[in-house]
């Protein structure tokens, strides 16, 4: 009987994770689809404590100490964790995810060796374990290279032949993969370590020399990762919800990717093996390589500018994020819309550091669902727009990835702000973007540069239009 409950309560769980899945495509279903697909995980791990009957647990305490002291950290953390560092924690609990895949290969391979059932065991069982193990180690320190590069512990580190080594390091690892399973040496043992050793090796490499630039893609890339690690766990106990959850989460992750891409305008090897990007330029500069010049504006000037006009679109970057600036940019929102003025955002699919980074960043400080705008059906509306405001974006607006072959961003969809009447950009300095490449559009004539932090321009420039 209880056979039969676990199996119905992991079809519900199944379902629920579909369902959950479907919901967070659309911003303001999201949050309620994120809450189904955890309910739909509570039962599955409540229901294999309780139901599942192929091994007696009498360890209860380990098992439910652990899950309270996970929930708590998991819970404080998301709690406690600020907008700008939200891709770091993607990452990171991206690769705990990975970590658990890893140690299940482990654990399993391990029990496996003590009842001396390695010999019998079928080739097939073996493969996934040993993809578990692969896969997850990759997932699980390729995340924490991320986290610490997102998060400005680690900077890009390129080896000679970097990709020379990393791709010579996988054949090493497929190699003695097949020969472990197929030959079934006695040091079956011995090869299995020195696999997860060189995984965890490779799991470093890979993510270390891909630009900063790239790091939406490589999220994502991870992400599939752990769910295709997942999916083997599920092969190994015949676990349902386990297998659809972990397939779930490899194809969205994929998907994802391919999507981040289509968006960069580039291939997932050129990704991988171009070293695009990287941490951003420092080089300041008021006169462009082509011979043109910044234009300043102040405060006030921006204000008139902004309160007089029809429409205005806002372009908002990963320095809107840095300096906390979406509560007071949506301030600036409403009082232009209650001046008559309409008001859009213009979202870049690869804007900030993580897909979908600009959308949550603005539904945190209420901006309506209807007013974010993705790039496809922004861009033709930018030739009738009276200004635009770009706040921190830079490489998403660059018009070299459309005018300049030799350009790293060469042939990246990007925002055609540079169609609008009037352009303002809000930045700190006149240092590079992160890909570390110059701005054209600084130095347009219809561009003015407004400088200064983003949270405090935007304050001074609401008090401005108040006054007027």
């Known amino acids: 009987m209880n056979k039969e409950i676990l199996q119905l309560i992991y079809l519900v769980g199944s379902i629920s994770f579909m369902i959950g899945l479907k919901m967070l495509s659309k911003p303001d279903t999201a949050r309620k689809g994120n809450l189904i697909a955890a309910f739909g995980m509570t039962i599955a791990i409540l229901g294999t404590i309780f139901l599942y009957e192929g091994i007696k647990i009498s360890n209860y305490g380990w098992i439910f100490g652990g899950l309270i002291i996970g929930t708590l950290l998991g819970t404080l953390s998301a709690k406690k964790v600020k907008m700008t560092k939200m891709p770091e924690m993607v990452s990171l609990f991206n690769g705990m995810g990975g970590a658990c895949a890893m140690l299940i290969s482990a654990v399993e391979f391990t029990h496996l060796t003590h009842n001396h059932e390695i010999g019998a065991l079928p080739k097939g069982h073996l493969l996934i374990i040993m993809l578990g193990l692969i896969i997850g180690s990759i997932s699980f320190v390729g995340s924490l290279v991320a986290w610490g590069k997102l998060s400005g512990h680690l900077g890009d580190k390129t080896l000679k032949l970097q990709q020379v080594v990393n791709i010579g390091l996988l054949l090493l690892i497929l190699g003695i993969t097949c020969y472990t399973i197929m030959v079934g040496p006695p040091e079956t043992i011995t090869y299995f370590y020195a696999i997860w ?96 010049h910044v234009r300043e504006i102040n405060v006030g000037d921006t204000a008139i500018l902004l309160k007089y006009a029809n429409n205005v679109i806002i372009v908002p970057g990963y320095g809107l994020a840095v300096a906390q600036a979406q509560h007071v940019c949506h301030e600036l929102e409403e009082i232009l819309e209650k001046e008559g003025v309409g008001v859009k955002y213009a979202i870049h699919p690869v804007a900030g550091r993580m897909p979908g980074h600009m959308n949550v960043l603005l539904a945190e400080s209420n901006v309506s669902y209807d007013k974010l705008i993705e790039m496809e059906h922004i861009n033709p509306e930018f030739s009738t727009t009276d200004v635009v405001l770009v706040v921190g974006a830079n490489d998403v607006v660059n018009p070299a990835a459309k005018t300049d072959p030799s350009s790293p961003i060469y042939g990246m969809p990007i925002l055609d702000v540079e169609n609008a009447k009037n352009i303002i950009v809000m930045k700190r300095s006149m240092k590079a973007g992160y890909a570390g490449i110059e701005n054209e559009l600084f130095f347009q004539p219809k561009t003015s540069m407004l400088f200064g932090d983003a949270k405090g321009t935007l304050t001074k420039l609401v008090s401005e239009i108040k006054a007027l």
Request: with cysteine; aromatic share 6%; glycine share 20%.
């Open 197 to 292: 050793g060189l995984s965890v090796l490779y799991g470093i490499l890979f993510v270390m020399p891909i630009g900063g630039a790239d790091m939406p893609v490589v999220i994502s890339l991870l992400n599939s990762f752990t769910g295709v690690a997942a999916a083997m766990g599920g092969f190994l106990y015949d676990n349902k919800v386990m297998l659809v959850g972990g397939i779930l989460v490899g194809s969205a992750g994929t998907l994802l990717t391919l999507v981040m891409c289509k968006a960069m305008n580039r291939s997932l090897t050129n990704v991988l093996i171009g070293n695009f990007g990287g941490g951003g330029g420092n080089g300041e500069s008021t006169t462009s390589l082509s011979g043109g």
